[in-house]
């Protein structure tokens, strides 16, 4: 069970080579309020005098400091000379000869003897990324300390929890803070190790009060009682450390801090240390066995322990899902090109594929938002375009008074006994052009859709097309020209079909019943028309007269180009019976002809344009990418491409090594 902490160590260096934490690691977060002690308590636990110090904010940015416990220097001299030691973790820094060192991760093989210029590195660094102002940046530093009066631990030193800014630093510091000591402690998977000086109120700790925040019951958080020899004399802090004021689940533990006496004169840590185990023998003999540092580190190195191995199935099972993702993501960017002829040609089947696939509606990804393909093109056919046509009328546009008109044209200079045929052709072809303009609307919309299968193929093609941007945009190009030269072919060809019925309108259609009816009741009013002929003729010198065409009154000019002005009055009986007779016959003869464009457009369309895109499609895209001299320049890689399959790559190798590591623990240690 020792190796845990070791393991996660590990885990964690690697997961800091990719420079991502995809996975929330095991650690002790250190949170407290600004002079609470917090760095003392960690100088206790290393027994070295390492961190900077000063007023105000001194911690500016995290501070991931491990822990490492090594052996004695001559144990670590047997080990090199090869006496069969076994391999651990000071072996990756043969030949130092100091009992304790630390290292730094943006320090690469530099390795830091004197504790003293572990201060010195701190601070530069913190000066490098934020600056001498006082400012705060959630970039973390990564110390390493080696040591054999260590025990093996994690730990996460934030900056003080402050309330008002002071020098340069900005308004907002307090929530600055409060946000990134938030980011870490909301980890599931960390250990809260709250500060709280004795000579406070427990009650209005902040540290506590974030660690109640994202811990409500307890289970994560440890406090830590500072500056036990500080309280007012004849007070102290029995009741808090037996949690009698506040409870804590972990336990709460007191400690003595170094006075700022102690610092000046350079008091070592081990004199600290032998004087805060006589305060407590002296002021707390019940509790002097379970506090004080030296029981703090280790009550730190078994909580971390077991919490760690409470983790460790979880972080198991994280690391194997995010491996095969990981996986299936670099498999989806490919590998680099090495045959251009084979890849250009296998992408430009698998999109000509994908987009008849999209049409037939038998494609890998469908759409469930909105229809899509030929779904789309099914739709425009038989709900968009049969419904326009249905809504038309036969008779729209056409007044009773344009009926009589084209009769009376058609008829010349002689009065008509009959309704001439001639008059019903024209009026019925004026009818039959309106439906032109929707069969030439749905052809625009059918290649509309056919422009957007392009888009749903390049959304959710394969991954080897995106990898390729001009290659992409080369294959666009390709198919919107295609479809832009049948554009006017099926359009053509639609024109035609309504040019076809206006060329010749065929009054014996199986279906133009209505005319043989109307044929026999003309015959069987053919007698009648004849012996009411004399009174018709009076009836229209009587019309004549109302409009103007009778004799002029004596002495009046008469213009004989001028129109006669058309007034309203009531239709007699055969001008009725005329106009009832072609509107019937033209409604009759309208719907054979629209049934028939509704039938014929669609299938136009299909024939013309969409099914000859199909049939075309990956001839037309070979015949124009597949040329020696656009294999290069086509299937270059996008610089976006190439950078992500190179991290996914860097971080599926570093989840390997995370699941190698992991696997390294046997069962038996868990327990």
């Known amino acids: 069970m020792e190796t845990l902490i070791p393991t996660i160590n590990r885990l964690q260096e690697v997961f800091l080579t990719v420079g991502a934490e995809i996975i929330h690691l095991p650690q002790i977060v250190v949170v407290g309020s600004q002079s609470s002690g917090k760095s003392s308590v960690l100088e206790s636990l290393v027994g070295r005098d390492f961190l900077p110090r000063g007023s105000g904010i001194v911690t500016r940015r995290p501070l991931v400091l491990q822990l490492v416990n090594v052996a004695p220097p001559d144990e670590r001299l047997k080990t090199e000379n090869g006496n069969g030691f076994k391999q651990t973790a000071q072996n990756n820094y043969p030949g130092v000869k100091a009992e304790e060192w630390g290292t730094f991760l943006h320090c690469k093989n530099q390795v830091f003897t004197d ?87 427990l009650a209005t700790s902040d540290a506590l009060k974030l660690a109640r925040e994202v811990d409500p019951d307890g289970r994560r958080t440890l406090l830590v009682v500072s500056k036990l020899d500080l309280m007012d004399a004849g007070t102290d802090a029995l009741e808090v450390l037996l949690g009698r004021v506040i409870p804590i689940r972990l336990g709460i533990i007191g400690v003595v801090n170094r006075s700022q006496h102690d610092i000046n004169t350079q008091k070592s840590l081990g004199d600290c240390v032998k004087d805060e185990q006589a305060f407590l023998q002296r002021q707390y003999p019940s ?48 590998q680099p090109v090495e045959d251009h002829s084979a890849t250009l040609l296998q992408i430009v089947t698998k999109f000509a594929s994908d987009y008849c696939n999209t049409i037939e509606g038998t494609a890998r990804y469908i759409q469930t938002s909105e229809l899509c393909g030929g779904a789309r093109i099914c739709y425009i056919f038989h709900e968009t375009f049969g419904r326009t046509l249905q809504s038309i009328d036969p008779l729209g546009g056409l007044s009773e008074l344009d009926i009589l008109t084209a009769i009376r044209n058609a008829t010349g200079p002689r009065p008509a006994l009959f309704v001439p045929e001639v008059s019903f052709e024209l009026l019925v072809k004026r009818q039959i052009k309106r439906l032109e303009e929707p069969s030439l609307r749905c052809v625009e919309l059918v290649h509309e859709e056919l422009q957007r299968i392009i888009q749903h193929c390049s959304s959710y093609s394969t991954q080897e097309l995106l990898r390729f941007p001009k290659l992409h945009d080369s294959i666009v190009e390709v198919v919107t020209g295609l479809l832009r030269k049948r554009l006017p072919i099926a359009n053509e060809m639609v024109h035609n079909l309504v040019a076809i019925e206006l060329a010749y309108i065929n009054t014996k259609h199986p279906d133009f019943t209505d005319a043989a009816q109307v044929s026999a009741s003309v015959n069987s009013q053919q007698a009648e028309t004849v012996d009411t002929n004399k009174r018709w003729k009076n009836e229209k010198a009587a019309e004549d007269k109302a409009v103007g065409l009778g004799s002029p009154a004596k002495g009046q000019p008469i213009n004989l180009l001028d129109t006669a002005v058309t007034v309203s009055r009531k239709l007699s009986s055969k001008e009725q019976r005329d106009c009832e007779v072609i509107q019937r016959l033209i409604k009759s003869y309208f719907l054979i002809v629209r049934k028939t464009i509704q039938d014929s457009v669609p299938k136009t369309v299909m024939h013309f344009l969409v099914n000859f895109v199909k049939e075309h499609l990956q001839s037309e895209l070979v015949g124009q990418l597949y040329k020696q001299t656009l294999l290069q320049d086509l299937l270059v890689e996008s610089q976006d491409t190439a950078q992500q399959r190179t991290e996914v790559a860097l971080m599926l190798q570093a989840l390997k090594k995370a699941n190698n590591i992991i696997s390294e623990i046997r069962e038996t240690h868990l327990w």
């Open 287 to 334: 509790l002097a066995s379970r506090a004080g540092s030296r029981h703090l580190g280790k009550t730190l190195s078994r909580l971390l322990m077991h919490h760690i191995r409470e983790c460790l199935p979880e972080l198991k099972t994280r690391v194997t899902v995010l491996s095969a993702q990981y996986q299936a993501r670099l498999n989806g960017y490919g």
């Open 115 to 201: 504790f003293g210029e572990i201060r010195r590195e701190i601070e530069v660094e913190t000066e490098r990324s934020s600056g001498s102002n006082k400012g705060i940046t959630p970039e973390p530093i990564h110390l390493k300390i080696f040591s054999p009066k260590v025990l093996n631990l994690t730990l996460v030193d934030l900056p003080g929890i402050t309330k008002v800014p002071v020098g340069d630093q900005p308004e907002d510091i307090e929530s600055q803070v409060q946000e990134m000591i938030w980011s870490f402690i909301s980890n599931p998977n960390s250990l809260i190790l709250a500060v709280s000086a004795a000579n406070s109120d």
